[in-house]
């Protein structure tokens, strides 16, 4: 077997740990020292560096577990629910278009995130590389093996996937257009692009590109300026509607190809 790198990584195991998935740790360290992998043919060690270009073989035949099993059981309806929020998907990642009302991970008070949910509809591991707030609703990704999460988060950490969002409000910002710039609680820059745009039914509506990714910061930025989200329950505390926020455009360079996704204006907000 014979695997050729397309980026740098630090380490030979790390990196193989992520390639090959359900193989141990430690048995990949083993065959380093047996030598029975090599990089360019040559012999290495488990913490040895890798370089574009470069080619590992591996003599031995691993047996892949790939059984995936989950414990949650979808009803027909959630299943064609679920599916139909389906934008793409091929081996390495998954782009939908995210339910309001459904955290992407679990946590203290989420014991059923939207990835379990979906890892149960299509029967396989899915991996978090971005996050949508619970009730913004809209395009994301989830990847697909530990390789795709590795290669999708550097391109966010790198800035290369270019995302829009559309958000309604309840006043409208001194410009129809610009720059808006705050710190957060914990002195963190916020930064991020707007421009007025009209949309039907809705009386305030602006076009996002965010330039810093920090938590809730498209929200805080808005509150911070004096017009807050329409249905922001955190930094509108008297709104009764439904958030009206969307991450609604995604592009990005994957494996020399190019991808864009955009909802069509009757997906917004839904």
Known sequence: MQIKIDQSYRRLD????????????????????KYKIKIN??????????????????????EFNNDFQSNIK???????????????QNQDFLIINKLRGYSVQRGSKV????????????????????????DTTGLMIFAKNRIAASKISKLFLNNKIHKFYI?????????????LNNTNDENKNLKLL???????????????KLLTGKKHQIRLQF???????????????????????????I??????KFYKFKLSLNQIFQ
């Open 74 to 88: 979808l009803s027909s309806d959630s299943k064609d629910q679920f599916t139909q929020r389906i934008i793409y």
């Open 251 to 256: 592009s990005f360079v994957y494996e020399r």
């Open 194 to 208: 707007f421009r007025r745009i009209h949309l039907n039914n809705f009386t305030n509506t602006y076009l996002i």
């Open 111 to 134: 014991n059923i995130s939207l990835k379990d949910y979906y890892e149960s509809l299509l029967n396989t591991n899915l991996y978090i590389v971005h996050r949508l707030d619970k």
């Open 41 to 62: 043919n040559k012999k290495s060690k488990a913490n040895s560096t890798l370089i574009k270009g470069d080619i590992i073989y591996l003599y031995y035949n691993f």
């Open 167 to 179: 958000a309604s409000t309840d006043n409208l910002l001194q410009k129809n257009s610009g720059f």
């Open 223 to 249: 509150f911070l300026n004096n017009n807050p989200i329409i249905g922001d329950k955190k930094f509108n505390t008297k709104s009764k509607f439904d958030l009206q926020l969307s991450s609604i455009s």
């Open 14 to 33: 790390k990196f193989l740990f992520q390639y090959l998935e359900s193989i141990p740790l430690s048995l990949i360290q083993r065959l380093i020292r």
